[in-house]
């Protein structure tokens, strides 16, 4: 059974930085592209930054040049750093794993608020 489990999330200022790790068991991580959503104002989920099983990373734009993903194919964790977090950051943030099928971890809340 494919699990992601997503933790460190919490409540910060703005600013402040914060490093999301999502942990994947039961699928073959290495050849997953693995990413992080958050859900949209219109309660759709939208694209943070992604990382293809090659390790190239791609972002949207509002998170370029603040948030860092990686991966660590030893520990089947794929992590996301957050950097300069501002109040339109703040969302549930969504593990996702993608290669035949796409899996979906169950959220961490960020909220980023003085």
């Known amino acids: 059974q494919v699990r992601l489990v997503e933790s460190g999330g919490g409540l910060v200022q703005p600013g402040d930085s914060l490093t999301l790790s999502c942990r994947a068991t039961?699928?073959?991580?290495?050849?997953?592209?693995m990413g992080w959503w958050r859900q949209g104002p219109d309660n759709q989920r939208e694209r943070v930054a992604t990382?293809?099983?090659?390790?190239?990373?791609d972002y949207a734009d509002s998170v370029k040049g603040r948030f860092i993903i990686s991966r660590d194919n030893t520990q089947n964790t794929v992590y996301l750093y957050m950097n300069d977090l501002k109040p339109e950051d703040t969302s549930v943030y969504y593990c996702?794993?993608?290669?035949?099928?796409?899996?979906w971890g169950q959220g961490t809340q960020v909220t980023v608020s003085s």
């Open positions: 996702r794993a993608a290669w035949k099928d796409t899996f």
């Open positions: 039961g699928l073959a991580f290495n050849l997953h592209q």
């Open positions: 990382v293809s099983a090659g390790s190239t990373s």
